[in-house]
T-cell receptor
Framework: GENVEQHPSTLSVQEGDSAVIKCTYS??????FPWYKQELGKGPQLIID?????GEKKDQRIAVTLNKTAKHFSLHITETQPEDSAVYFC???????????FGKGTTLSVSS | DGGITQSPKYLFRKEGQNVTLSCEQN?????MYWYRQDPGQGLRLIYY???????QKGDIAEGYSVSREKKESFPLTVTSAQKNPTAFYLC??????????FGPGTRLLVL
C-alpha cells in the first residue's frame, strides 16, 4: 500500500548544529517530494521540494536529497537557529497522483 | 493579496450538530483539499476536488461532506455522524496534482 514513513518523531539540537530528517516512501513511481514546516497553531508552509530528475536541491541553509533506488529522501538544515523550531512534514504523491500522503511529522527543537 | 483563507479560526460544536468550515482561495487553483490533523497523526486526507462540481473521498471521509460549486470555495461540513470531530482542520489548494499550499486552519472543539 501507499505509505510515507518519517524519522525521527522528535529531534533536539543546539543552535548552530545541523539537523537531518529522513523519509521513506513505498510507491516507486513517485516523482515529487515536498517538505513543509508548521509552526504552532498555523498551517504548514512549503519550504523546499525536489523532483525525481535530481538528486539534491539547496536553498540557503536548507537542502533535500533524494535516493530513488532506496526510496528515501532527507531534509538537511545547517546552522540551525531557534526560529527553525517547528514541526516538519515530508510528503509524496499517492499512487493515483491525485493527492499527497504525509509523514507523521518531526518536532524539531533548537535550543540556544 | 492572494492566498487561502479559512474561517472561523475556532469553532465549537454541540452534540448532534452539523457545522460547516469555510475555505476560500483567490489563487485560481483548480484543486482543493481538506485534511484533518490530530496530535502525532500527521495530516490525513478527508476529501479533495480536482475541478468544480466534482470531488473525491480521501482516507477518512466518513462523517464529513463537501461541495464545490465555485472554483474559489470548498466548504467542509462536519456532520453529527462524526463521533470524534475534535481536531485541527486544514484546507489546501494547488494548480497541479503536486505542490499544495495550505490555509491557516480551523480548530474544532466539542462542547
Amino acid at each position: 500500500g501507499e505509505n510515507v514513513e518519517q524519522h525521527p518523531s522528535t529531534l533536539s539540537v543546539q543552535e548552530g548544529d545541523s539537523a537531518v530528517i529522513k523519509c521513506t516512501y513505498s510507491d516507486s513511481a513517485s516523482n515529487y517530494f515536498p517538505w513543509y514546516k508548521q509552526e504552532l497553531g498555523k498551517g504548514p508552509q512549503l519550504i523546499i521540494d525536489i523532483r525525481s530528475n535530481v538528486g539534491e536541491k539547496k536553498d540557503q541553509r536548507i537542502a533535500v536529497t533524494l535516493n530513488k533506488t532506496a526510496k528515501h529522501f532527507s531534509l538537511h538544515i545547517t546552522e540551525t537557529q531557534p526560529e527553525d523550531s517547528a514541526v516538519y512534514f515530508c510528503a509524496a504523491p499517492n499512487q493515483a497522483g491525485t493527492a499527497l500522503i504525509f509523514g507523521k511529522g518531526t518536532t524539531l527543537s533548537v535550543s540556544s | 493579496d492572494g492566498g487561502i483563507t479559512q474561517s472561523p479560526k475556532y469553532l465549537f460544536r454541540k452534540e448532534g450538530q452539523n457545522v460547516t468550515l469555510s475555505c476560500e482561495q483567490n489563487l485560481n487553483h483548480d484543486a482543493m483539499y481538506w485534511y484533518r490533523q490530530d496530535p502525532g497523526q500527521g495530516l490525513r486526507l478527508i476529501y479533495y476536488s480536482q475541478i468544480v462540481n466534482d470531488f473525491q473521498k480521501g482516507d477518512i471521509a466518513e462523517g464529513y461532506s463537501v461541495s464545490r460549486e465555485k472554483k474559489e470555495s470548498f466548504p467542509l461540513t462536519v456532520t453529527s455522524a462524526q463521533k470524534n470531530p475534535t481536531a485541527f482542520y486544514l484546507c489546501a489548494s494547488s494548480t497541479s496534482k503536486e505542490t499544495q499550499y495550505f490555509g491557516p486552519g480551523t480548530r474544532l472543539l466539542v462542547l
